[in-house]
């Protein structure tokens, strides 16, 4: 999918390299944490190894990686159907505010919006980021009523 001079697709193997930088980036400049590369390059490795843990897609724009998230799943009994967890978004900072991540966000809406077996789309946000917050309400996603409670063993 092409919007504008932004191209979405889904990740391949050959975007690792990427991928393990941008979750590097995102996580110290988001947390202030150092990931283990080879703990989390094995992470990505197994996304593209097991159907059942999700996919990657990325953005593409002049001629390089630009952005890249995570969709895995999870199965609501209320609903007989899977909800997308958008996760691990990442764009490059010179390319943000220029509609990268609404692309990619508009290719998970388009194509689970046309699965009968998807049921929504949800995402978790850090409380102090107001201007991802910002972008997610103006694509149409609303707050929800939820907290997230988690136990981490590795992190």
Request: hydrophobic share 40%.
């Amino acid at each position: 999918m092409t919007n504008g001079a932004i191209n979405i697709r889904e990740a391949m193997p050959k975007d690792t390299d990427h991928i393990v930088r941008f979750q590097q980036d995102m996580a110290l400049e988001t947390e202030g944490k150092v990931l283990n590369e080879p703990l989390l390059r094995q992470g990505v490795a197994n996304v593209f190894e097991s159907d059942d843990k999700g996919f990657y897609l990325v953005a593409e724009a002049d001629g390089g990686v630009v952005g890249s998230l995570l969709i895995t799943f999870e199965w609501s009994d209320w609903r007989n159907a899977t909800f997308w967890w958008i996760q691990s978004v990442f764009v490059d900072a010179d390319w943000r505010r220029r509609g990268v991540y609404r692309a990619m966000h508009d290719w998970v809406h388009e194509i689970a919006g046309s699965r009968d077996d998807i049921c929504g789309i949800r995402l978790y946000v850090e409380r102090t980021n107001h201007i991802a917050q910002q972008t997610y309400n103006s694509l149409g996603m609303a707050h929800s009523h939820y907290d997230l409670y988690e136990i981490d063993f590795v992190l």
